[in-house]
């Protein structure tokens, strides 16, 4: 090869742009060209013998030169050979890095102003390394199968020039066109050494993690082929015997499946049993297919697989708080339960029933706690059940059997400690299928679940790690042995303050999202709020004041889609636009005081109400006319009241003898709804005495108790509730039972403010309180 010093150059060498390659001094390629490229070669040949090679960086645009790099090899043209079918190739050999300094085109060809880049290599201890390194790994790279040829290795070993072996290893290495264009741009040829070291690093590396990745194949190749000859030796002996292989692969699996489920001893040892015998059954058999999904159910029981609960008692209460607003003995009930989990890990999962009416969290709730413990969470509704099946399963002597619903939905979820919530327990029904609510006895008692035993599993299943929640409307239809395992919690109705920021922090928020307003969110403003409570809503939840909320969302979407000016702001004066008018009136505060005419509270599964116990007299023979659709209990809380009226009536001045010439009608209005309790025989009593005595009763003093014979107010239940309904009817002054008095720490403090509250032990002390 030329040496640098003896090249002479001209002031003008033609340039070639190279695109595929990039061509290295001392390097000898061939280059194909079609035939316009060919012919001038041809006339280059016979004026010159050097021609540049540059790498183009793009392609060209019309009328202009193409990007060029500014370092090139100068190559010199040794032969040019014509092809047959068209074209030629061009053998040239590498010479001397050239620095570009100026391009121009004449013609097709294009010229170029170039200076040789003169190399200086002293030889150090540094260099020697690098020669030698770069030896060695060239070797280990062909180990590992790196296809060199053999006279190229001869090469490289006679090579001690750094720059000449950074330049030839550099074509062996498997590099990009850009890193290849930045090696030749390194005109330094120790750094230029030091870059294809690394690059020769790397791709060793590379190779011998390819070399490990092909031995394990190979190993598992091997193996497979292994299983292989002996799968077709046995499927050999199967034809014979006439047996299948793809059973025997069935039954393979289904044996792994049994292993790694973690069977108790004696479920095991049932499993093993069903498997031998699932064996011998013929697959066409309806036999078959029950054991095989019986073996399926065991195989797939959670028996040891658990999540691992949130113990950071602080966390849990944020995710509480997050989720649901007040509450707060349901919450701490939960933060209870986490405490003692802490201290001690086995312990049996409470057994909770949220009481309360439609809409105040109880469902939404239970999500909440498998949250904040970090568990899976089931809901399953028992509204309208009927069968006992559905909760203990059916025996696997009829077609079609499965397990009951807490097995298939423990199986579903994969776990053995979720949180599993039985929604809706006060609406199991009863026939001739069985009770459903005594199959539930043995699931909720803490004493026997940990070996629940379902019809078809017909084996033990620990149950004592699920949480269980139940919810329910009221406690009256729930049977008293159900209702004995559970820890009941009562979710009273909110107040309409706590509405107001349940609508701020969690209705709102969802609503606009939902109903597509995130980006253009409308401002509801407190009064908006307060409004549609009052006007819209009457209930304990908040599920109408939601749906309300939807509906003014919706309307603002439906103004926005038609292109109307965007309301950012939701007014009272807007939610009437909206809603339309108000439904629900002030009904005490809207009347006047009357005779015979007493408000009264009552407890309802929807939460408090208040009602009117109305009272006339006439002409008659002493009988008692009761209307309203009144239950036993209130008939005998009228009788009751018309008794002890009857037997104080000089006390109020009522004359004797009106009892004897009279029919009393009592009525209780809204009579298409049955009404039933033992709290309003103090209402009773007052109607009685106002009609009789021709005082007039108080229209803003609502009232509940019961009484006795002898006059004493007796204790009642649900006082919040009934405080609440009073409040949202305009009532001034509540009187109920002095047995009651301990209750008043339930009603919120701003409600106590705001009523005036008169606790009697007599129906005498309520007489002179709600009767004019």
Same mark, same amino acid.
């Given at each position: 090869?030329?040496?640098?010093?003896?090249?002479?150059?001209?002031?003008?060498?033609? $340039?070639?742009? $190279?695109?595929?390659?990039?061509?290295?001094?001392?390097?000898?390629?061939?280059?194909?060209?079609?035939?316009?490229?060919?012919?001038?070669?041809?006339?280059? #040949?016979?004026?010159?013998?050097?021609?540049?090679?540059?790498?183009?960086?793009?392609?060209?645009?019309?009328?202009?030169?193409?990007? %060029?790099?500014?370092?090139?090899?100068?190559?010199?043209?040794?032969?040019?050979?014509?092809?047959?079918?068209?074209?030629? *190739?061009?053998?040239?050999?590498?010479?001397?890095?050239?620095?570009?300094?100026?391009?121009?085109?004449?013609?097709?060809?294009?010229?170029?102003?170039?200076?040789?880049?003169?190399?200086?290599?002293?030889?150090?201890?540094?260099?020697?390394?690098?020669?030698?390194?770069?030896?060695?790994?060239?070797?280990?790279?062909?180990?590992?199968?790196?296809?060199?040829?053999?006279?190229?290795?001869?090469?490289?070993?006679?090579?001690?020039?750094?720059?000449? %072996?950074?330049?030839?290893?550099?074509?062996?290495?498997?590099?990009?066109?850009?890193?290849?264009?930045?090696?030749?741009?390194?005109?330094?040829?120790?750094?230029?050494?030091?870059?294809?070291?690394?690059?020769?690093?790397?791709?060793?590396?590379?190779?011998?993690?390819?070399?490990?990745?092909?031995?394990?194949?190979?190993?598992?190749?091997?193996?497979?082929?292994?299983?292989?000859?002996?799968?077709?030796?046995?499927?050999?002996?199967?034809?014979?015997?006439?047996?299948?292989?793809?059973?025997?692969?069935?039954?393979?699996?289904?044996?792994?499946?049994?292993?790694?489920?973690?069977?108790?001893?004696?479920?095991?040892?049932?499993?093993?049993?069903?498997?031998?015998?699932?064996?011998?059954?013929?697959?066409?058999?309806?036999?078959?297919?029950?054991?095989?999904?019986?073996?399926?159910?065991?195989?797939?029981?959670?028996?040891?697989?658990?999540?691992?609960? +949130?113990?950071?008692?602080?966390?849990?209460?944020?995710? %509480?708080?997050?989720? !649901?607003?007040?509450?707060?003995?349901?919450?701490?009930?939960?933060?209870?339960?986490?405490?003692?989990?802490?201290?001690?890990?086995?312990?049996?999962?409470?057994?909770?029933?949220?009481?309360?009416?439609?809409?105040?969290? *109880?469902?939404? #709730?239970?999500?909440?706690?498998?949250?904040?413990?970090?568990?899976?969470?089931?809901?399953?509704?028992?509204?309208?059940?009927?069968?006992?099946?559905?909760?203990?399963?059916?025996?696997?002597?009829?077609?079609?059997?499965?397990?009951?619903?807490?097995?298939?939905?423990?199986?579903?979820?994969?776990?053995?400690?979720?949180?599993?919530?039985?929604?809706?327990?006060? *609406?199991?029904?009863?026939?001739?299928?069985?009770?459903?609510?005594?199959?539930?006895?043995?699931?909720?008692?803490?004493?026997?679940?940990?070996?629940?035993?379902?019809?078809? $599993?017909?084996?033990?299943?620990?149950?004592?790690?699920?949480?269980?929640?139940?919810?329910?409307?009221?406690?009256?239809?729930?049977?008293?042995?159900?209702?004995?395992?559970?820890?009941?919690?009562?979710?009273?109705?909110?107040?309409?303050?706590? *509405?107001?920021?349940?609508?701020?922090?969690?209705?709102?928020?969802?609503?606009?999202?939902?109903?597509?307003?995130?980006?253009?969110?409308?401002?509801?403003?407190?009064?908006?709020?307060?409004?549609?409570?009052?006007?819209?809503?009457?209930?304990? @939840?908040?599920?109408?004041?939601?749906?309300?909320?939807?509906?003014?969302?919706?309307?603002?979407?439906?103004? #926005?889609?038609?292109?109307?000016? !965007?309301?950012?702001?939701?007014?009272?004066?807007?939610?009437?636009?909206?809603?339309?008018?108000?439904?629900?009136? +002030?009904?005490?505060?809207?009347?006047?005081?009357?005779?015979?005419?007493?408000?009264?509270?009552?407890?309802?599964?929807?939460?408090?109400?208040?009602?009117?116990?109305?009272?006339?007299?006439?002409?008659?023979?002493?009988?008692?006319?009761?209307?309203?659709?009144?239950?036993?209990?209130?008939?005998?809380?009228?009788?009751?009241?018309?008794?002890?009226?009857?037997? +104080?009536?000089?006390?109020?001045?009522?004359?004797?003898?009106?009892?004897?010439?009279?029919?009393?009608?009592?009525?209780?209005?809204?009579?298409?709804?049955?009404?039933?309790?033992?709290?309003? @025989?103090?209402?009773?009593?007052?109607?009685?005495?106002?009609?009789?005595? @021709?005082?007039?009763?108080?229209?803003?003093?609502?009232?509940?108790?019961?009484?006795?014979?002898?006059?004493?107010?007796?204790?009642? @239940?649900?006082?919040?509730?009934?405080?609440?309904?009073?409040?949202?009817?305009?009532?001034?002054?509540? $009187?109920?039972?002095?047995?009651?008095?301990?209750?008043?720490?339930?009603?919120?403090?701003?409600?106590?403010?705001?009523?005036?509250?008169?606790?009697?032990?007599?129906?005498?002390?309520? #007489?002179?309180?709600?009767?004019?």
């Amino acid at each position: 090869m030329p040496e640098t010093a003896s090249i002479v150059m001209p002031s003008l060498v033609p $340039l070639y742009p $190279l695109r595929e390659i990039v061509a290295f001094p001392f390097m000898i390629f061939p280059l194909f060209l079609n035939g316009d490229e060919l012919a001038d070669f041809e006339e280059l #040949l016979d004026r010159e013998q050097y021609v540049a090679l540059v790498r183009a960086r793009g392609e060209a645009l019309p009328g202009q030169l193409p990007p %060029l790099c500014q370092v090139g090899t100068l190559c010199k043209v040794d032969q040019i050979t014509r092809l047959p079918e068209g074209g030629g *190739k061009v053998l040239l050999e590498g010479v001397v890095r050239v620095q570009v300094l100026e391009v121009s085109r004449a013609g097709r060809t294009l010229h170029a102003r170039c200076e040789p880049i003169h190399e200086f290599v002293e030889k150090s201890l540094v260099s020697d390394a690098l020669v030698q390194s770069l030896n060695a790994l060239l070797k280990i790279a062909l180990s590992y199968g790196r296809p060199l040829p053999d006279d190229v290795m001869k090469m490289i070993d006679l090579i001690d020039n750094p720059a000449r %072996l950074a330049d030839l290893v550099a074509l062996y290495v498997s590099l990009s066109l850009d890193e290849q264009q930045q090696l030749l741009e390194t005109i330094d040829p120790l750094e230029r050494l030091k870059k294809v070291y690394m690059h020769l690093t790397a791709e060793v590396q590379r190779l011998q993690v390819k070399g490990e990745v092909q031995a394990e194949v190979t190993k598992r190749v091997g193996k497979s082929q292994k299983e292989f000859l002996l799968r077709e030796q046995m499927k050999q002996i199967q034809e014979e015997l006439g047996e299948d292989d793809s059973r025997s692969a069935e039954m393979i699996d289904l044996r792994r499946k049994i292993d790694a489920a973690g069977m108790p001893v004696e479920v095991r040892r049932i499993a093993d049993k069903e498997l031998k015998r699932l064996e011998r059954i013929n697959p066409a058999s309806p036999e078959y297919t029950v054991s095989r999904t019986y073996l399926d159910y065991l195989a797939g029981m959670p028996w040891r697989v658990a999540t691992q609960d +949130n113990n950071d008692i602080n966390q849990a209460e944020t995710v %509480l708080d997050e989720d !649901h607003y007040d509450l707060q003995k349901v919450k701490e009930r939960i933060l209870e339960y986490l405490a003692v989990r802490t201290l001690r890990e086995r312990m049996k999962g409470p057994i909770l029933c949220f009481v309360g009416p439609p809409g105040v969290g *109880k469902t939404s #709730l239970g999500k909440s706690i498998a949250r904040a413990l970090g568990r899976k969470f089931i809901r399953m509704s028992l509204g309208g059940m009927r069968d006992e099946a559905e909760i203990r399963g059916h025996r696997r002597t009829y077609i079609g059997a499965l397990p009951g619903r807490i097995i298939q939905e423990i199986y579903r979820c994969g776990t053995n400690n979720p949180v599993f919530m039985l929604d809706e327990v006060d *609406k199991i029904g009863l026939d001739f299928r069985g009770d459903p609510a005594s199959a539930l006895l043995e699931v909720l008692d803490p004493e026997q679940n940990n070996s629940f035993t379902d019809h078809y $599993l017909d084996v033990p299943f620990d149950l004592s790690n699920v949480m269980f929640i139940t919810t329910a409307n009221l406690l009256d239809p729930v049977p008293s042995a159900l209702k004995d395992r559970m820890e009941v919690l009562s979710l009273a109705g909110y107040t309409d303050e706590e *509405k107001e920021k349940i609508a701020v922090r969690y209705l709102i928020p969802k609503e606009v999202e939902e109903n597509g307003l995130a980006q253009t969110p409308p401002d509801f403003t407190a009064a908006a709020i307060y409004k549609i409570i009052s006007d819209h809503t009457r209930e304990a @939840g908040v599920r109408n004041l939601q749906r309300n909320i939807a509906s003014v969302c919706r309307k603002v979407a439906k103004e #926005l889609t038609q292109g109307k000016p !965007h309301r950012e702001t939701i007014a009272p004066e807007t939610v009437d636009e909206f809603l339309g008018p108000r439904k629900f009136f +002030n009904e005490v505060a809207a009347e006047r005081d009357r005779v015979g005419v007493v408000t009264g509270l009552a407890w309802t599964e929807t939460g408090g109400d208040i009602i009117f116990v109305e009272a006339t007299r006439m002409t008659g023979k002493r009988e008692l006319i009761l209307t309203g659709s009144l239950g036993e209990v209130m008939k005998e809380s009228a009788r009751a009241a018309l008794s002890f009226v009857r037997a +104080n009536c000089a006390e109020w001045g009522i004359d004797e003898q009106l009892f004897e010439s009279s029919d009393i009608h009592i009525h209780v209005p809204a009579g298409a709804i049955p009404k039933d309790g033992p709290s309003a @025989g103090i209402t009773m009593v007052t109607a009685i005495v106002s009609l009789l005595s @021709g005082r007039a009763a108080r229209r803003d003093v609502a009232m509940t108790g019961e009484i006795s014979l002898t006059g004493r107010v007796l204790a009642i @239940g649900g006082l919040k509730e009934k405080v609440l309904a009073a409040r949202r009817a305009g009532v001034r002054t509540v $009187l109920a039972p002095a047995r009651n008095r301990e209750n008043l720490e339930d009603i919120p403090i701003d409600v106590q403010n705001e009523l005036e509250f008169i606790f009697v032990e007599d129906v005498r002390e309520a #007489l002179a309180a709600a009767l004019q």
